[in-house]
Each structure stands twice: as structure tokens, then as C-alpha cells.
């Protein structure tokens, strides 16, 4: 049947005037597509005839992973990779899962909405994907979910905006505290360690700024601190002059900023801040605290506090084992984002061995069986909304490093 296919679909490029080579070429490519094809019609076959998922008859446990390679957050992409390819070495080295291999496939995430969701359109398309880590961006995330939901496959989002589990999609899984959750720190830290009773707000419009945003404001209120509405500024995601704003903080009657937003404008914040002479208590979201805003703006992100998932300083346990392994695999100091990518790679690989199989859907009902697994950066339990993780981080940034100030859990 095979060689009839070929011989037919020769036979129509020769009238059409195509060379022999071509027609030589053409047909053995159509000879190996028929080929696979049939394999793997034969591998489905023999997994439906025995009860076993398709999956479990692959040689190796597929993960996939979408994460910037290109453009302004390559960056921070490649502290992602860097934290997924450690923990899949690690988890290797000591036998995989189910007695096989973790490998990885990465798609580009790129810097824009679109080519996310491209990139993880990619990894949908293919039928030997257990599971994806998806992109840091919230937005991103969100505009993912519905091809997600279509294809039901275990969804591990990086961004950790309280919008996500709104969306209600049961193959969508955060190992971030959620925003909602984060607001309500970031104001009991305003109130009783900065004493902020007049805050103003700068904020990035989309989704994580918007839900950080809100939240903040709202616990705020529930502590009796109301904010002024002329002291809430929003940003577009791609702003970079913030001076303008910035000066009017200045030249309001405000105690103090807060600030959030992801990581690319919040060193620009921190220097701008400096240039005005905005000489105030300053709190903003993780980013604030990251390895890319400290860098950029060196001394003077000393003094912001941040509420932050991670920083290596007067980590114990398993998030010193992390930051240790990372250093000595990286040379550097580990990120946020690693950390948090490193987790969600141990987080599926024990549901993998809880469900006992490499099938999408089992791995999924397996992540609602977490129960205090202990990661790196939180101790993971499962929750409703789909969000694992279970403390948050209060941090100051001195002489250029993140330094601990309290760990806050919440059930």
C-alpha cells in the first residue's frame, strides 16, 4: 500500500513536468511520512489493546517548556531554562520517572502575546508532550488557556496574577502565590513595617500590574488606609520614561510608593526614582527584588523592599540545596524565575509517579493530590484555585543583594 501511495504520487509530479530527482526525493519523503505514520498508528494501537496511555510507550517522558530565547526578555528566559535543565539533570541522575528519562522540549516565547502563543500552539500540536511549563508573563498565560483547555494537557502558567484561576480552566496549575494574596502582604508590610498611611501606586496596565494593583488596594482599605485615586498611576507594559510621573509623587503630600510591575521597567523605576530625588519608603512587587533590576540599577535599588516568591539569602532545607546547586552549575547567584521553573519540573515529576503513568490527564489528576510537597522556594499543598504555593517572601535590597526580613505563610 505504501509503495502504491508513492508510485501514484510520483506519477502526478512527472505529468506536471517535475525532475526525476525531485520526483525521487518527493516520493521518499512520502515513503518515511507513510511510514512513521504507520508506526506510530501501531504504537497507539498496541497501547489501546493493553489499556496503556500512548504516552507510556514513548522511551522518554516528555516535558515542554515556553520560555524567551529572543528579544528584550531573553534574559530572563535563560534563567527559566537554567533552573528547568537543573532540575531535570537532578532528577535524571537519580533514575527519572517511572524508571525513565525526562527530556525537554523549549519553544521560543519571544517578547510579545502572539508568538507565546505560538510557541505554545507548537507544543500542543505534537502528541508526545506529557505536560508544558508555560510563559512568566501573566498575560501571556492567559492568552494561552483556551488552547490549553481545548487540548487537555497539564498547564504549569510562571505568572502569578489572581486572574488566572478566575479563568476556571482545571489544566491550568501556578506554583506562585497569586496576586491576591501577594496585595495582602505588600499592605500589611506597608502599614507595619514601612508605616505607609498615604501610599501612592504606579503600576503596569496589564494583567499582573492591574490584579497586584487592585488587591493592594483593597487590603489596604480593609486596614483603614483609603488611597487617593489621583495617587494611582498606570503604565503601558512597554513604558520607559517614568520621570513625569515619578515628579508628580514627588510633588504630592504621599508617605510612600508602591510599585508594581515585572522586571524590565522596575530597574528603570529605581533609577528614574533616583534622578527626580524621590527620597521615600519604596515597596514594590518581585521584580523589584530581582537579579536583572539589582544589576541594572546597582546601589541605588538598595533600600526598596520587595514582596517577593524567592531570594537566596537565609534560605534552609531544600531552597538552600537549590542555591547551592545553581551557583555551582551556573556561577551565579539563582533568580526567582529559576527557582520557581526548577520547582514546577519536581512538582510534575511527582505527580507522573503518583499518577503511575506519562498520560496528560492522569498527570492532571495527580497535581490535585499534592499535599505539602516540599519544593525549593514554598511547600506546595493543593488549594481550589489551582495555585500551590503556600508563603510569600518580605525582602530589602543591601548593597546590592536581596536580604530576608520575614517569611510570611498563608493557608
Not at 6 to 15: C, K
Not at 67 to 90: P, W
Not at 140 to 146: F, K, N, R, T
Not at 277 to 299: D, M, T, W, Y
Request: glycine share 8%; charged share 20%.
Amino acid at each position: 500500500m505504501k509503495r502504491f501511495t508513492a508510485l501514484i504520487l510520483a506519477a502526478a509530479l512527472l505529468a506536471s513536468g517535475c525532475s526525476v530527482q525531485k520526483v525521487e526525493e518527493t516520493t521518499a519523503a512520502a515513503t518515511e511520512a507513510v511510514t512513521t505514520a504507520a508506526a506510530a498508528e501501531e504504537t497507539e494501537g498496541a497501547a489501546e489493546e493493553t489499556g496503556e496511555s500512548a504516552y507510556d510507550a514513548l522511551e522518554t517522558v516528555n516535558i515542554g517548556l515556553v520560555a524567551s530565547q529572543s528579544g528584550s526578555n531573553k534574559t530572563i528566559g535563560q534563567f527559566v531554562i537554567n533552573g528547568v535543565e537543573l532540575a531535570i539533570e537532578e532528577i535524571n541522575a537519580n533514575g527519572g520517572v517511572l524508571g525513565k528519562q525526562l527530556s525537554l522540549v523549549i519553544e521560543d516565547e519571544g517578547e510579545n502575546s502572539q508568538s507565546a502563543v505560538n510557541a505554545t500552539q507548537k507544543l500542543l500540536a505534537r502528541d508526545d508532550i506529557s505536560a508544558i511549563m508555560g510563559p512568566t508573563t501573566s498575560s501571556y498565560c492567559l492568552a494561552v488557556s483556551p488552547f490549553v483547555l481545548e487540548h487537555e494537557i497539564p498547564f504549569m502558567a510562571g505568572g502569578s496574577s489572581a486572574n488566572i484561576p478566575l479563568e476556571q480552566n482545571p489544566y491550568v496549575w501556578q506554583n506562585r502565590m497569586t496576586d491576591d494574596q501577594s496585595g495582602l502582604i505588600m499592605a500589611r508590610a506597608c502599614v507595619d513595617v514601612l508605616g505607609i498611611k498615604n501610599p501612592a501606586i504606579i503600576y503596569s496596565t496589564e494583567s499582573f500590574g492591574t490584579g497586584l494593583k487592585d488587591q493592594t488596594v483593597a487590603a489596604l482599605s480593609e486596614m483603614g488606609v483609603e488611597v487617593d485615586e489621583n495617587n494611582i498611576y498606570g503604565f503601558n507594559a512597554d513604558e520607559r520614561q517614568f520621570q513625569p510621573i515619578l515628579t508628580q509623587i514627588l510633588n504630592s503630600d504621599v508617605d510612600g510608593l508602591i510599585a508594581a510591575c515585572h522586571t524590565n521597567p522596575a530597574s528603570l523605576i529605581v533609577v528614574q526614582a533616583n534622578d527626580v530625588g524621590l527620597e521615600l519608603p519604596c515597596i514594590g512587587s518581585n521584580a523589584f527584588s530581582s537579579i536583572v533590576c539589582r544589576e541594572a540599577a546597582k546601589e541605588l535599588a538598595d533600600g526598596w523592599y520587595s514582596i517577593t516568591d524567592w531570594t537566596e539569602n537565609g534560605q534552609e532545607g531544600r531552597g538552600k540545596e537549590f542555591a547551592e546547586a545553581y551557583r555551582a552549575k551556573y556561577g551565579e547567584e539563582s533568580d526567582l524565575v529559576s527557582v520557581s521553573a526548577y520547582d514546577q519540573v519536581y512538582i510534575l515529576a511527582n505527580a507522573i509517579e503518583t499518577a503511575g503513568s506519562a498520560d496528560p490527564q492522569k498527570i492532571n489528576d495527580a497535581l490535585g493530590q499534592i499535599s505539602d510537597f516540599d519544593g525549593a522556594m514554598s511547600v506546595y499543598t493543593y488549594h481550589d484555585t489551582h495555585c500551590l504555593a503556600t508563603s510569600q517572601l518580605l525582602t530589602v535590597n543591601e548593597d546590592t543583594l536581596s536580604v530576608l526580613v520575614e517569611k510570611i505563610s498563608i493557608d
